[in-house]
């Protein structure tokens, strides 16, 4: 596990690596449009809070 910051709002939040098997955002549904609007603010990892908005 490696303690993350948001790419979005700053919050710490803890990621399971690049191993989307393991890590709790694999199982968020998230639509392509969504996904956009995220990379186009950010590269990195969001929170679960960003990702759910």
Same mark, same amino acid.
């Given at each position: 596990m490696?303690?993350?910051? #948001?790419?979005?709002?700053g919050?710490q939040? =803890?990621?399971?690596?690049?191993? !989307?098997k393991?890590?709790w955002?694999?199982k968020v ?6 996904l ?7 590269? =990195?990892?969001?929170c679960?809070? #960003? !990702?759910?908005?």
């Open positions: 490696v303690a993350m910051k #948001c790419g979005m709002c919050a939040f =803890d990621c399971m690596g690049r191993d !989307l393991l890590c955002c694999a549904d998230t639509s392509r449009e969504k956009a609007k995220i990379r186009k603010r950010t590269r =990195d990892c969001v679960k809070e #960003c !990702l759910m908005k």
